[in-house]
């Protein structure tokens, strides 16, 4: 399979910014390595990091924030060609992308999502390596039951 010659699988968690993927993974790790993560509109994550989960044989692969406008310190374009040059550069392959997306109302999968899903399952991964879409931020939802038939 694709990502396991170091024995260990990789997973690369992506999204825009402020999403929470930091904060997935400071949650999947158990905060092992407390990754700083922040609330404001900073970014906060400006490169690409591994974080191992030895028992798991994982290592979760943080992102800078994909951004929907060029707003942060690195434009839109450049998170991308970013991202998808360390993609390339991943010796051993990957093995999950996951989407991190934050709740913030409003219908998800946004538009954007769109476009990046197509970007990096269609075209990096050439539809071969899954992908699992995690939205954060629902614990403010009344009622999850009629959340997720409204946002399929």
Known sequence: AHGEKSGYRKVVV??????????????????????????????????FQGYLVPDRNI????????????????????????LIQMLRNLDDGLNLFVFVRQHGGGNIPRASDQINYDIFIDTMGRGRIPSLFVVTGCEWINDMLEWGPKNK
């Open 59 to 82: 290592e979760l692969i943080d992102t800078i924030g994909i951004g929907e406008v060029d707003t942060g310190a690195v434009s839109h374009l450049q998170c991308l060609e970013n």
């Open 14 to 47: 992506v999204g825009p910014p402020r999403a929470g993927k930091s904060s997935l993974i400071n949650l999947l790790t158990n905060n092992k390595y407390k990754i700083l993560t922040n609330g404001d509109a900073r970014r906060v994550t400006f490169g």
